[in-house]
């Protein structure tokens, strides 16, 4: 079923920032856990770009992201070393300075001082500096220290860009206290209507042939995820008239290889 029945407004962008995860050193699980918990909140994500530390594909594609998307979620990148770029690319993007601030300073010296060193690496210095205007997110759990950016465009088109540093333990929680709140309380849930259905018995192919076709009159999306042996199927949107009205159609056509909701 065609996407474009879903808004798209309002969608938000992931890019995730790294050699490690460009060469698979490492699994970005901090896109995967992002996009569940936004989706389960009725907020899309349509788009996951992953980079490597290159200060020009960083700039090319949060320009692209930038263009396409109303929230653009970062991870990765906000480092002590000469690999940590994502601060520097986003202020070329956005033709902010980047300005360094006193007070988040302080707090990285204080939290590396607690390890018994001091005076703190010169390189941590970069570590406090931010795209001009941006609203500084506190990291408890690290050095790096995140923020979000919220900006108006001259034809009143507003977007949000949050930079969150890499490690999960870090970045999942600043997600958690900041980005997902500042993204529903400013309109970005619209996936109002969501369920799944564990199928068996049938191809994948010939269910959604005929799932499709039901679904083709109403403002509604399938979805479908083959694991063997099973078959998940999803449907949602942002229409609870047309959800409801279709449900009993999909409930009978797929009685026969239910395993379960």
């Known amino acids: 079923m065609a996407r474009d029945k879903l808004s798209t407004s309002y969608q938000v962008a992931l890019l995730a920032t790294g050699d490690e995860i460009c060469n698979g050193d490492i699994i970005n699980s901090n896109s995967h856990e992002i996009a569940q918990r936004l ?7 349509s788009t996951h770009m992953s980079l490597p530390d290159n200060l020009a594909a960083l700039e090319n594609g949060m320009r692209f992201l930038l263009q396409n998307h109303s929230a653009l979620i970062t991870t990765g990148g906000l480092g002590p070393t000469s690999d940590d770029l994502t601060r520097q690319a986003l202020s070329h993007v956005l033709h902010r300075p980047l300005v360094f601030d006193e007070a988040t300073w302080e707090t990285i010296v204080a ?37 979000m950016i919220r900006q108006i465009h001259a034809d009143h088109h507003e977007q949000f860009i949050f930079m969150l540093p890499g490690p999960p ?18 309109s970005f849930q619209k996936i109002v209507c969501y369920k799944k259905w564990l199928l068996t018995g049938v191809s994948e192919a010939a269910i959604a042939e005929k799932l499709d076709k039901l679904a083709q009159p109403f403002d509604c999306v399938t979805g479908y995820r083959f694991y063997y042996p ?20 999909i409930n009978e056509a797929i009685a026969p290889y239910l395993v379960k909701e």
């Open 230 to 249: 099973y078959l998940e199927f999803k449907l949602y949107s942002n229409n609870q008239a047309d959800f409801d009205a279709l449900l009993p159609l």
């Open 39 to 45: 989706f389960s909140e009725g907020i899309q994500v």
């Open 111 to 147: 939290r590396i001082k607690r390890f018994g060193i001091h005076p703190p690496p010169e390189s941590n210095r970069q570590q406090a500096l931010f795209p001009q205007g941006a609203t500084i997110i506190p990291n408890p759990n690290g050095t790096a220290a995140g923020c």
């Open 169 to 186: 333990a870090e970045c999942l929680p600043l997600f958690e206290t900041v980005v997902l709140p500042t993204l529903k309380n400013n």
